[in-house]
Nanobody, 112 residues
């Protein structure tokens, strides 16, 4: 499988911003659809954002207008998260749906 690695998580107050990154040593992000998921304790993993090969994006309703998914290059996928809310707290994972490839996740905690 393609190896993915998430980073950029941390502790941020409500209303703050974070930019998550997903990297790989293999340049595949330009040829596959990509997605960000998140999972909070006691909850199922949730699809947050998706970007296809042509750059079209989709978001779960709860993050629309606040989050932006982008493919910065063939090895870097990003999730810009603005106006963060406590309910955004979760472990965030990047994913290549076609390959069922996952990273290890990065923790995002939104708290004052």
């Amino acid at each position: 499988q393609v190896q993915l690695a998430e980073s950029g998580g941390g502790l941020v107050p409500p209303g703050g911003s974070l930019r998550l990154s997903c990297t790989t040593t293999v340049g595949v992000f330009t040829i596959f659809d990509m997605a960000w998921y998140r999972q909070a304790p006691g909850k199922s993993r949730e699809l947050v954002a998706h970007i296809n090969r042509g750059g079209s994006t989709n978001y779960v309703d709860s993050v629309k207008g606040r989050f932006t998914i982008s493919k910065d290059n063939a090895k870097l996928l990003s999730l810009q998260m603005n106006n963060l809310k406590p309910e955004d707290s979760a472990v965030y994972y990047c994913n290549i749906p076609t390959l069922d490839s996952w990273g290890q996740g990065t923790q995002v905690t939104v708290s004052s």
